[in-house]
């Protein structure tokens, strides 16, 4: 089995920009596509980003999404920082063994 | 429009087992690469995936939750029900029942809080 970690918490100013990390702990990051999840509190999840690096119609593209095989890593990017973004970001990927595997959340804070 | 909706009871006691439906529309679990999939919440805490089905009726679950798990479906109702056998406080949390295509979860129900209490 694999683990994706994720960094428990970053915080960023309105405005700037964040990158929120996923690890894959073994298997190559770039084999199989990674999601991001957004939640706000009470509510249930939503895709900002599919297949690595797609984001569904109706998220702004202040969010994007990479992959980094050199440190086996995916990442979320959001620039422009709004409020609005304050939620927990949830990655997600699988491999033939592991039909679906979630990263531990990273909760964001918008100072 | 694609809607999924989770259904059971708000409260089991331990040892009991959990018997949860997920009733969808928008979708047919019987088009090539469809699944539902099972996902759960612990208070405060991280999403955890339970199992899923697809349209071929083939299941797949958490191996650390395998034995205690069971997920089936219904197309003709468009529901997918998990059971969970042997419940215990640690499995409160709010469960939610998810679409999933080539393991992207791409549209949830709003989840289900199930307390685990005597």
């Known amino acids: 089995n694999f683990m994706l970690t994720q960094p428990p918490s970053v915080s960023e100013s309105p405005g700037k920009t964040v990158i929120i990390s996923c690890t894959r702990s073994?298997?190559?990051?770039?084999?199989?596509?990674v999601q991001w999840y957004q939640q706000r509190p009470g509510s249930a999840p939503t895709t900002v980003i599919h297949d690595d690096n797609q984001r569904p119609s109706g998220v702004p593209d202040r969010f994007s999404g990479s992959i980094d095989s050199s440190s086996n890593s995916a990442s979320l990017t959001i620039s422009g920082l709004q409020t609005e973004d304050e939620a927990d970001y949830y990655c997600q990927s699988y491999d033939s063994n592991n039909p679906v595997v979630f990263g531990g959340g990273t909760k964001l804070t918008v100072l | 429009q694609v809607t999924l909706r989770e259904s059971g009871p708000a409260l089991v006691k331990p040892t009991q087992t959990l018997t949860l439906t997920c009733t969808f529309s928008g979708f047919s679990l019987t088009t090539g690469g469809m699944c539902v999939a099972w996902v759960r919440q612990p208070p405060g805490k991280a999403l955890e995936w339970l199992g899923l089905?697809?349209?071929?009726?083939?299941?797949y679950y958490n191996t650390s939750l395998k034995t205690r798990l069971t997920i089936s479906k219904d197309t003709s109702k468009n529901q997918v029900v998990l059971r969970m056998t042997n419940m215990d406080p640690v499995d409160t949390a709010t469960y939610y029942c998810?679409?999933?295509?080539?393991?992207?979860?791409?549209?949830w129900g709003l989840g289900t809080l199930v307390t685990v209490s005597s």
């Open positions: 998810a679409r999933t295509l080539s393991r992207h979860f791409d549209y």
């Open positions: 073994s298997g190559d990051i770039a084999t199989n596509y």
């Open positions: 089905i697809d349209w071929d009726d083939e299941k």
